[in-house]
């Protein structure tokens, strides 16, 4: 947890001053510029180090690659990702990760997530007895296309559950079903329900709040169609939000139904602040930009339309027509794969 009013206290110090190892694996995959320096993320290893086994998937440029081995930590592995079909290049890095794991509890987080210690602990925890396990994001520090993109985490969070960019899952389970696809765009989805396909437990720990850095605001603005297109992969959300430029298009001429229509989704987004101790990380004023968020998000909806027409949204120099394969499917595809409560815990390492 995070303290309120304060930063994620970093992990490898605990409370006493002392750092306890954790029986799990954490899984970094990794493809930066060759311009991206990599200090920041080099401190944070060192850290992260003292109290987990740490393993770096580095499909950057042999340039950068290079520079990440004199800049990280002895104790990070660094590993190159194993050939697998898919275009997603984040896929093959989780796998890679996931199937060279020295612990049956893997932690898989991107490149800007910041774990403090409690809740790393928490999520390799909830492994004893959960297959996967979605933790709750949250920026630090917060600048103004940081607080704006906070809006659709209220959202989330109000109406159900955020989709954070970390994840707990069971080594032995997600090599039972050989991995996941690869030529998905929402590939923490993707995961998810490819352990839930075959029997998994899932366990959404909406109260675990793990730090995550902010983009770039370059970085942010080239997200907001690619974050868009994720909603194919929930159909009734996405016809939700295809909705919502149709009806600011309806009560343009009525001001009234405008705000009121604001109100309404601050008093939402405050509702998901205020859920499963939100108020701890999420400042009061953030339930004030969802109204932004949401207008983004009713005109880059319809761009994701126009995408999909095209040929999908353009992701790492591809184009990815799907967001992610629906249950069903995945549990038919996977209907072979025998139940996970058979799968041991443990199990030979590549």
Not at 100 to 113: E, G, S
Not at 259 to 276: D, K, N, Q, T, Y
């Amino acid at each position: 947890m995070t303290a309120r009013g304060g930063g994620p206290r970093p992990v490898g110090h605990a409370a006493d001053g002392g750092a306890e190892r954790l029986p799990a694996e954490y899984v970094l995959p990794l493809r930066w510029d060759d311009d991206t320096d990599p200090t920041e993320l080099a401190a944070y290893l060192a850290r992260l180090v003292e109290v987990v086994d740490v393993t770096v998937v580095d499909g950057s440029s042999t340039v950068a690659v290079e520079r990440h081995r004199a800049a990280f930590p002895p104790g990070v592995r660094l590993l190159p990702p194993r050939d697998r079909a898919g275009r997603n290049g984040k896929v093959r890095g989780v796998v890679t990760g996931v199937e060279t794991a020295r612990h049956d509890a893997v932690v898989v987080a991107d490149d800007d997530v910041r774990y403090d210690e409690p809740a790393l602990a928490r999520v390799v925890a909830q492994l004893a007895d959960a297959d996967v396990v979605r933790p709750q994001n949250h920026f630090h520090p917060s600048p103004w296309h940081a607080r704006w993109d906070t809006g659709r985490t209220l959202l989330n969070r109000a109406l159900g559950s955020d989709w954070p960019g970390t994840l707990g899952v069971r080594r032995g389970v997600l090599l039972a079903t050989g991995g996941y696809d690869g030529d998905v765009l929402f590939e923490n989805c993707e995961l998810v329900r490819t352990v839930l396909a075959v029997g998994g437990r899932q366990v959404r720990l909406d109260d675990c709040f793990v730090a995550r850095r902010p983009p770039t605001v370059r970085h942010f603005l080239g997200q907001r169609v690619r974050q868009a297109y994720d909603s194919w992969a929930q159909p009734l959300r996405l016809a939700l939000e295809l909705a919502v430029l149709p009806a600011v298009l309806f009560a343009v001429r009525r001001p009234r139904w405008l705000v009121g229509g604001a109100v309404a989704v601050v008093g939402l987004a405050e509702l998901g602040r205020r859920r499963a101790g939100g108020t701890a990380v999420f400042p009061p004023t953030a339930a004030l930009w969802s109204p932004l968020w949401l207008a983004e998000r009713a005109v880059c909806s319809w761009l994701a339309v126009v995408a999909r027409a095209r040929g999908g949204v353009w992701y790492a120099g591809e184009r990815l027509p799907r967001a992610a394969s629906p249950l069903p499917l995945l549990r038919r595809r996977l209907a072979g794969v025998g139940s996970v409560t058979d799968t041991p815990t443990e199990g030979p390492r590549p």
